[in-house]
């Protein structure tokens, strides 16, 4: 009983230790910065036009969105972006939260499983897991979509990025395997790294919005902290000396 409740406390705070041995395949690393508007703007462009079509972020609304990463327009949320850029829908109600609309019985039938929502994704798997999961598909015909993933092996979904990766395949080096691209995509392979850094970027943001402003107020807390802690140092002084 007593094991199983250190091992919740752990898995509550430090998700990442235990979904990151799912693989000895070495993850890695990518640097996010929710102050990078751009970086933002692109990953969410990019997760509206491959991801959304199955993965929902449903905690999310496209307005809270547009307004965090900056999408506005004289002050105000631009709504003819979102609607072009993001819902290719003019009907589409911007303070919707933002649902994939594939139906559960096909994605059943496609994928055998349901697309999994991905709000929280970047806390329970880490960024790093995200970012080298994007760029470690790879070319496998045995496989329903005819790709595999070295972090994920027997992944149910396709590669929605393949067109601008290009084809990978699996090589054997030495004692470990390693990637290798055979075919260019649209793009060069530093390129790639960017948009895949981007979508890592946004999704880590969509984890975790407020991040920056409560980091911010943190410093503030703990200033105050101190200083309240070096008041009631003298404070404390004074009365003793009172007493003595």
């Known amino acids: ?3 199983n409740f250190i091992i919740s406390v752990l898995l509550f705070f430090f998700p ?3 979904f990151a041995s799912e693989t000895p ?3 890695q690393k990518v640097y996010v910065d929710h102050k990078n508007m751009p970086s933002l703007q692109r990953g969410a462009d990019m997760f509206m036009k491959n991801c959304l ?5 449903k905690y999310v609304r496209y307005k809270g969105l547009a307004e965090g990463i900056g999408i506005i327009d004289n002050g105000i949320v631009d709504e003819e972006y979102i609607k072009n850029n993001w819902t290719f829908d003019p009907d589409t109600n911007i ?3 933002i649902v994939s609309s594939i139906d559960k019985n096909n ?3 496609w994928f055998g499983v349901l697309p999994p929502d991905l709000s929280l994704v970047a806390k329970y798997r880490g960024n790093d897991w995200i970012y080298t999961y994007l760029k470690s598909f790879y070319k496998d015909d045995n496989k ?3 790709v595999n993933n070295l972090i994920f092996p027997d992944v149910a979904m396709p590669h929605v ?3 601008i990766q290009g084809n990978q395949i699996l090589v054997k080096d030495g004692e470990k395997y390693i990637l290798q691209l055979v075919k260019n995509g649209s793009i060069n392979v530093k390129d790639y790294d960017i948009v895949v850094t981007d979508i890592v970027n946004f999704l880590s943001y969509v984890s975790e919005p407020f991040k920056e402003k409560r980091e911010t107020i943190g410093i503030y807390v703990v200033l105050f902290l101190i200083f309240f802690a070096i008041l009631s140092y003298f404070l404390k002084k004074e009365y003793w000396n009172d007493i003595k």
């Open 107 to 109: 994605a059943l039938n």
């Open 16 to 18: 990442v230790i235990f």
């Open 53 to 57: 079509g199955c993965h929902s972020i």
């Open 25 to 27: 395949y070495h993850l």
């Open 144 to 146: 329903t979509w005819g």
């Open 95 to 97: 303070n919707d939260n």
């Open 1 to 3: 009983m007593k094991i």
């Open 161 to 163: 990025l393949n067109s």
